[in-house]
T-cell receptor, first 112, second 116 residues
Framework: GQSLEQPSEVTAVEGAIVQINCTYQ??????LSWYQQHDGGAPTFLSYNALDGLEETGRFSSFLSRSDSYGYLLLQELQMKDSASYFC?????????????FGSGTRLLVRP | DTGVSQDPRHKITKRGQNVTFRCDPI?????LYWYRQTLGQGPEFLTY????????KSRLLSDRFSAERPKGSFSTLEIQRTEQGDSAMYLC??????????????FGPGTRLTVL
């Protein structure tokens, strides 16, 4: 089966750094993605890791350890506009083809 | 606007009625996905197309759901005999598949369905 675990909610202060963890169990793992979704908005792609290590894109970085079935999203210099839900998603084998399988999301609240 | 668009944005219907949603993907994208999202959950896969071919439909999807992508461009999702449990946000996404899998999907704003 497929499962992803991420914290349901995280609170941090503006300007701080926050890490959102994701552990997964899936068949035929291909990669780990992160999406951001503001309330009432569409999910927006943030990053993708297929190989172990850290990928940096501006204030956001994403890490993957395939051997540990674990990844995280690191948000630096937090801004109020970063308050949103963050979803990890594995590209895994489900019902004979690869597709994106989403976690339940982590709601990030950035406080002044 | 060259993003993914969906119509309508909101739909309220009575139980037992049929509804149809439309999705217009990014024009050069060959893959189109439909997802369902309920409050506090991530998007749940429903079905996807590569060009005009429907390649897969979720095993969890009732026979009341059907989707088409007749010319490999826009797609429609129809729900027949709606039930209150169908109330959710229906998201469409498109991507340009390269290689074995695609990871960057572009989502539309969604259609929020409320079944009374």
């Amino acid at each position: 089966g497929q499962s992803l675990e991420q914290p349901s909610e995280v609170t941090a202060v503006e300007g701080a750094i926050v890490q959102i963890n994701c552990t997964y169990q899936t068949s035929g793992f291909y990669g780990l993605s992160w999406y951001q979704q503001h309330d009432g908005g569409a999910p927006t792609f943030l990053s993708y890791n297929a190989l172990d290590g850290l990928e940096e894109t501006g204030r956001f970085s994403s890490f993957l350890s395939r051997s540990d079935s674990y990844g995280y999203l690191l948000l630096q210099e937090l801004q109020m506009k970063d308050s949103a839900s963050y979803f990890c998603a594995v590209t895994g084998l489900m019902d004979s083809s690869y597709k994106l399988i989403f976690g339940s999301g982590t709601r990030l609240l950035v406080r002044p | 606007d060259t993003g993914v668009s969906q119509d309508p944005r909101h739909k309220i219907t009575k139980r037992g009625q049929n509804v149809t949603f439309r999705c217009d993907p990014i024009s050069e994208h060959n893959r189109l996905y439909w997802y369902r999202q309920t409050l506090g959950q991530g998007p749940e896969f429903l079905t996807y197309f590569q060009n005009e071919a429907q390649l897969e439909k979720s095993r969890l999807l009732s026979d009341r759901f059907s989707a088409e992508r007749p010319k490999g461009s826009f797609s429609t999702l129809e729900i027949q005999r709606t039930e209150q449990g169908d109330s959710a946000m229906y998201l469409c996404a498109s991507s340009l598949k390269v290689g074995l899998a695609d990871n960057e999907q572009f989502f539309g704003p969604g259609t929020r369905l409320t079944v009374l």
